[in-house]
């Protein structure tokens, strides 16, 4: 079947030791979007890339830093996690084609990053 | 104020109940509207676009009133598989989906 695949599942890093997330994804979709969600809280958007372009949102702090190598691979980079940053990481992709895309996003599972 | 507000719940009902979510947006500029459906620790999938003519999928219905900026999901005939959270997503459509996810209204459906 088409996915999104995120990997891992669950990570554990240690206080301040950079950790990478990864997320590919089947689809051939133009669009990749990293979104934060804390615990009771709504999914953020932290930035996404169209194409190879990357877009930043404005309030994603400089500890959080994203590659995407080919269309089908996308990491976010944590470069110094915080217990703030303890949350599901969620990748999600879409198909944008010139101007308005009204086609829905396609979620991974998601990664549930924990600080010790 | 956040940009999309939804009645966070939850909201504790028998099976077979109708029950109703509602959700209104800020921002007028918004294209495109969704339900997304989040079960515990789970990512968010798409549950169904609303339309301004309303539109139903089976049990479920979600109306869009543009003027008032407000909408809507209505389930109907509750089943236990229906718990959930509901997330109410505006989609800003600024060339890409840039969706705005309210925090959602979470559902208990009891036997």
């Known amino acids: 079947d088409a996915m999104v695949i995120q990997n891992p599942r669950y990570q554990v890093t240690q206080f301040g030791k950079p950790v990478t997330l990864s997320c590919s994804q089947t689809?051939?979709?133009?669009?990749m979007y990293w979104y934060q969600q804390k615990s009771s809280q709504a999914p953020k958007l932290l930035f996404h890339?169209?194409?190879?372009?990357?877009?930043n949102e404005a309030d994603t702090p400089d500890n959080f830093q994203s590659r995407r190598p080919n269309t089908s691979f996308c990491f976010l980079d944590i470069r110094s996690p915080g217990l703030g940053d303890a949350a599901m990481y969620l990748c999600?992709?879409?198909?944008?084609?010139?101007?308005?895309?009204?086609?829905?996003?396609?979620f991974g599972d998601g990664t549930r990053l924990s600080i010790l | 104020r956040k940009e999309v507000e939804q009645d966070p719940g939850p909201f504790n009902v028998p099976e077979g109940a109708t029950v109703a979510f509602n959700c209104t947006y800020s921002?007028?500029?918004?294209?495109?509207f969704f339900w997304y459906r989040q079960d515990c620790r789970k990512e968010p999938k798409l549950l169904m676009s609303?339309?301004?003519s309303g539109n139903e999928d089976g049990r479920f219905t979600a109306q869009l009133n543009r003027a008032s900026q407000y909408i809507s999901l209505l389930i109907r005939d509750s089943k236990l598989s229906d718990s959930a959270t509901y997330l109410c997503?505006?989609?800003?459509?600024?060339?890409?989906?840039?969706?705005?996810f309210g925090t959602g209204t979470r559902l208990l459906v009891s036997p």
């Open positions: 999600a992709t879409s198909r944008a084609v010139g101007g308005a895309s009204n086609q829905p996003q396609h």
């Open positions: 689809l051939n979709h133009n669009v």
């Open positions: 890339y169209y194409d190879k372009d990357f877009n």
């Open positions: 921002n007028s500029a918004s294209q495109s």
């Open positions: 609303v339309y301004s």
């Open positions: 997503v505006v989609n800003r459509d600024t060339g890409f989906q840039k969706l705005v």
